[in-house]
């Protein structure tokens, strides 16, 4: 079944297409008529005024009862967030009609403030210092921190923690901070050699606040995404008994306990792996496009080619999945929203599902379109979900 990006929907409207996603939408368009049908819906209901906007296909209506009040360029703009999600051909089948999308706000505003809401926090986490201190870290908030070790630490809303007036240490005086996220937060740094992190949610890095004269050395629970500044020395990010060393990369590691392996994905550049456990040793080298895993209960290190976007997405604040298990997918977004999961049936821990999301929307938002791509019935109450077969 064909598929195609919701992003070049919006690039051929808004003007902006290249001339290779032009004859991947052309081709997608020749493909059926139920493709072209769609997109010429997509067309009229972009070129129509907000007065209009009262009976629209039933797979826009999550979009259309937020936009009573903003004008169809925003409409455009949003799909990006909200629609870029789904195999239209998927879509097209469910063509069901609603009578009004005020009907549709009425029932929603009937809803509860927990089960509506739901909201993420971003750019949230705590920081602590080599002297033991704590310091909550929120946004909208400018903030000097002076460690104890001479280090100046100053928190923007641009680029999260910078350290500064740093001088070489030898390895012998490290002095560490720590930075944690929780479930729903995530934070970014720039580290003393100029290297930027971004931590996932539900996730810890140590760190030397001035790093040593033969390496740069990490310590990583959960998730992070690294851009290396490449300076002579390696750069080694340490999960338990596995290591990840480079020069001068991007790349992305996802090590949350929960997880059966950790994970180790290569934007650009080159990373070594290596791993330590029970007296077994073993490396392998990444190319770009090259992910390794470890599995910690097998004790079996490997590496396949995969689409990097996949797991790198995050950062620019997207789930995406592509022939992913339910069971997987909610364990993400259990971890983001901070809430539990239930399962009536287990055989629907395995439904394969595609797609993206906007990992900043309102849980009741992720929720409807994961009913609409997995076919299952979502309920949630507080922080618990069950799902089920509708």
Not at 193 to 222: I, W
Request: glycine letters at 6%; a neutral charge; one cysteine or more.
């Amino acid at each position: 079944m064909q598929k195609i990006d919701w992003e070049i929907i919006y690039r051929k409207v808004n003007g902006s297409i290249s001339k290779q996603d032009e004859i991947k939408l052309e081709n997608w368009l020749q493909g059926s008529e139920s493709h072209r049908d769609y997109y010429q819906k997509v067309i009229q209901f972009y070129e129509k005024s907000e007065e209009e906007l009262q009976e629209v296909p039933d797979h826009l209506d999550q979009f259309i009862s937020r936009l009573q009040t903003k004008r169809r360029r925003l409409f455009i703009d949003r799909v990006q967030s909200y629609a870029a999600v789904i195999m239209l051909p998927l879509l097209v089948a469910t063509g069901v009609f609603l009578k009004s999308t005020i009907e549709k706000n009425e029932q929603l505003a009937k809803l509860t403030k927990s089960q509506l809401e739901m909201p993420v926090i971003k750019n949230q986490a705590v920081l602590i210092t080599s002297n033991g201190e704590t310091h909550e870290l929120k946004a909208d908030e400018f903030l000097q921190i002076n460690d104890q070790s001479g280090v100046v630490i100053r928190r923007n809303n641009e680029s999260g923690l910078k350290y500064e007036n740093i001088a070489s240490v030898a390895n012998e005086q490290l002095a560490y901070n720590t930075l944690k996220t929780a479930k729903g937060g995530e934070y970014q740094l720039e580290l003393a050699d100029g290297t930027m992190v971004h931590l996932n949610c539900d996730s810890e890095l140590k760190y030397p606040v001035a790093f040593g004269a033969d390496e740069r050395r990490v310590q990583l629970k959960g998730e992070a995404y690294f851009d290396v500044r490449k300076n002579g020395k390696p750069f080694i990010v340490q999960v338990d008994d596995m290591a990840v060393k480079v020069l001068g990369t991007k790349f992305n590691v996802m090590a949350y306990q929960d997880e059966e392996s950790v994970q180790t994905t290569l934007v650009s550049g080159k990373v070594r792996v290596f791993v330590n456990a029970e007296g077994k040793s073993e490396s392998l080298d990444l190319s770009p496009g090259k992910q390794s895993g470890w599995n910690k209960s097998l004790g079996i290190l490997s590496s396949r080619e995969v689409d990097v976007n996949l797991y790198t997405s995050w950062v620019d604040g997207y789930f995406r999945f592509e022939n992913q298990k339910l069971e997987d997918l909610m364990k993400t977004i259990s971890r983001w929203y901070d809430v539990k999961i239930l399962y009536q049936q287990s055989a629907l821990k395995g439904k394969r599902l595609t797609g993206k999301l906007y990992r900043f929307d309102n849980f009741s938002v992720i929720t409807e379109m994961i009913e609409k791509i997995s076919g299952v019935k979502i309920e949630h109450t507080e922080q618990t979900i069950l799902i089920s077969n509708k």
